[in-house]
T-cell receptor, first 116, second 114 residues
Framework: AQKVTQTQTSISVVEKTTVTMDCVYE???????LFWYKQTASGEIVFLIR??????ENATVGHYSLNFQKPKSSIGLIITATQIEDSAVYFC?????????????FGIGTRVLVRP | GGIITQTPKFLIGQEGQKLTLKCQQN?????MYWYRQDSGKGLRLIYY???????QKGDLSEGYDASREKKSSFSLTVTSAQKNEMAVFLC?????????????FGSGTRLTVL
């Protein structure tokens, strides 16, 4: 069965620095997709970035980048030059290519506080 | 762009009551989902639907019914509310068809059972 684990419950950083959060996953498939979503204080959840398991290059979108270590089943999210509005809960998620019914499995989330 | 509208935003029910949550999307997406979010437990899939009149059970379907009578709407029914239950129910949609697609979420319905 799919499983996604985020061990860091909360992280606090100073504005304009870099924050890194961890995510490890379990899957029997050789091909899968990994996602990071952000939930703001208002409850809104938005997609941030995706890594395709068959791609060796780490995905990057704006000031978000991924540290994909396939042998370790790890997909870390890195946010550089953090801003106050990056304060949110970040969810890691995975979907296997042959996922029955397109099922997306989420981790429990990491709460990030960016302070002035 | 599109939007996902969930109603109501807040729902207070009594133990044993049947409660219905509604979700509308104007993305013209094929697939819609209902997730439940409890504190410290992430998002868990209750039901999803890949097209009108289709229903698929997720990991948490027991105690819930769902209905997809139109492509744009997906409703969820709590068949018998549990006392002291508190959770946020999130509706989402996606284009449908590929595993790489992303989900778009509504702002949630916060349920409290007295």
């Amino acid at each position: 069965a799919q499983k996604v684990t985020q061990t860091q419950t909360s992280i606090s950083v100073v504005e304009k620095t870099t924050v890194t959060m961890d995510c490890v996953y379990e899957t029997r498939d050789s091909s899968y997709f990994l996602f990071w979503y952000k939930q703001t204080a208002s409850g809104e959840i938005v997609f941030l970035i995706r890594q395709d398991s068959y791609k060796k290059e780490n995905a990057t979108v704006g000031h978000y980048s991924l540290n994909f270590q396939k042998p370790k089943s790890s997909i870390g999210l890195i946010i550089t030059a953090t801003q106050i509005e990056d304060s949110a809960v970040y969810f890691c998620a995975m979907r296997e290519i042959n996922s029955a019914g397109n099922k997306l499995t989420f981790g429990i989330g990491t709460r990030v506080l960016v302070r002035p | 762009g599109g939007i996902i509208t969930q109603t109501p935003k807040f729902l207070i029910g009594q133990e044993g009551q049947k409660l219905t949550l509604k979700c509308q999307q104007n993305f013209n997406h094929d697939t819609m989902y209902w997730y439940r979010q409890d504190s410290g437990k992430g998002l868990r899939l209750i039901y999803y639907s890949i097209t009108e009149n289709d229903l698929q059970k997720g990991d948490l379907s027991e105690g819930y019914d769902a209905s997809r009578e139109k492509k744009s709407s997906f409703s969820l029914t709590v068949t018998s509310a549990q006392k002291n239950e508190m959770a946020v129910f999130l509706c989402a949609s996606s284009m449908g068809g590929t595993s790489a697609e992303t989900l778009y979420f509504g702002s949630g319905t916060r349920l409290t059972v007295l």
